[in-house]
């Protein structure tokens, strides 16, 4: 608000005097974190789906040896412990749990495409799409950090902007949450590979990277796209691609208008291109998907906690 000017009298009001006081100052916009805190009930979730699995003896679980058991109709067969069996002269089973320290990295695009601005559903609030991502970012980092899991943050535009080795703790959750603050938007392009070199030269152990971007609809193969599938030789990758809702409700209204055909036609086209390349990342093995801005966080959150019950990582 800049400086303050304030006027005060004497008890009787004969005198007075102006006086100036400076009280502007520098404010941190922090992520929304009761958006966070509230994504951490899928944890909960979480956890009820790995004791149902436990019940079952379906597939899926862990290889972190929990406990032993005495054997149930439908178990695998592969998880008989012999050893225990002759002990005890009844067939016991191992009982696995979801592993937990591995490492989460999340790398968040703030390049020249992620400024675009959103416009909520039912509501006059606009955000960009690079907001969404931030919020997104912190709720994942809070529910994996939960799990036990290592969570690491590589924000980038042409240079790393944030680059926060894997850790855990309520420190440094709050370290991520001071970084993401200070993520800032660019009007150029983002540097992919750039980012991808950091990324590669800081974890050399497999981890799950979550990669929240959008990319340009060119004749060209998009520079992110090329690299994320470079990535996904090490590492297990999630491609979020963030999706633009205008574009989604130009596909699906009839045009009335040469105008509106025109408009029409070439979001189709787009929405083509953009469904092509997500196929060719997951031909590659690369988790792709096209979120809707306001659903990025919980969609985000399930997505790992899918990987995590199907030890996938």
Known sequence: MGRLFVRYQTRFGFAEQWAVAEISQTVRVLPDLAQAQKHALYLIRSKQVEMEKRRRRQKGQGREFQS???????????????????RRHSLTTR?????????VWIVLDA????????????????LSKLDYAVNAALSLAQVASQCGD????????????????????AAH?????????????????????GAARTLLQGQHRRSLVVWITDFAETPTLPEVIEYATQIT?????VFSAISQPDLALLVQTIPQ?????????????????RDLLLRGLRRH????????????????VNQYLDIKERNLL
């Open 257 to 273: 208008t040469t105008e509106d055909m025109y408009r029409h036609a070439a979001a189709l086209e787009i929405s083509h291109r």
């Open 68 to 86: 032993l058991r005495d054997y149930r109709q439908g178990d695998d067969l592969r998880d008989i412990c012999w050893t225990a069996t002759a």
């Open 285 to 300: 093995g690369v988790f792709a998907f096209e979120l809707v801005p306001g659903l990025l966080a919980s969609a985000m």
């Open 150 to 169: 290592k969570v690491g943050l590589l924000a980038y535009g042409r240079a790393v902007q944030q680059n926060i080795p894997v850790g855990r703790g």
């Open 233 to 237: 030789r090490r590492h297990l990758v």
């Open 111 to 126: 390049g020249r495409l992620l400024r675009a601005e959103v416009r909520e559903e039912n509501s006059e609030l606009r």
């Open 173 to 193: 959750l709050r370290r991520i949450v001071e970084s993401l603050a200070q993520v800032r938007g660019e009007a150029s392009e983002a540097d992919h590979s």
């Open 95 to 103: 009982v696995f749990e979801i592993e937990r320290s591995q490492a």
